[in-house]
């Protein structure tokens, strides 16, 4: 089966009541083991993983062989440049992460990547601000949540 999209994948799950699971997928033998966990029981699934030409190979194989819907995500994009790059590669689903930024500057980079998105009828979600917790896992303090 080929990839599919995430929206495709949520808007079936949504219609029918079940949840989706999202992957972290960053080597041969994780993408194996998922995807055989999916076949099993008979259910769609997200590959998350960052830009690569070497996974985007293997996802694609492996998504031609089964029959269950994989959608290929990129997780935490960085830019403009790098999400042109995936969606030319094959990913069927875009996150970008600009939450570094102000919000007002966020916007306008999730507003060109949603624009860029749309023309290959590819989904979008974007992070708009902290999640509270630091990379190494040290607390925010309340001020750094999103509101």
Request: net charge negative; hydrophobic share 45%.
């Amino acid at each position: 089966m080929p990839l599919v999209t995430t929206k495709e994948i949520l808007q079936d799950a949504y219609r029918n009541n079940y949840a989706i699971g999202g992957f972290g997928a960053h080597n041969v033998e994780l993408i194996k083991a998922v995807i055989a966990g999916a076949e099993k029981v008979g259910a769609p699934i997200i590959l998350q993983t960052t830009p690569s030409t070497y996974l985007m190979a293997i996802v694609k194989a492996a998504a031609a062989n089964t029959n269950v819907p994989i959608a290929l995500h990129l997780d935490h994009g960085e830019n403009l440049q790098q999400v042109v790059e995936c969606i030319r590669n094959g990913f069927t689903s875009i996150m970008i992460d600009a939450s570094h930024l102000q919000l007002q500057e966020n916007a306008e980079i999730v507003k060109q990547i949603v624009e860029v998105a749309h023309y290959a009828n590819i989904p979008v979600e974007a992070e708009l601000g902290a999640i509270g917790q630091t990379m190494n896992g040290d607390e925010l303090n309340e001020q750094s949540y999103t509101d």
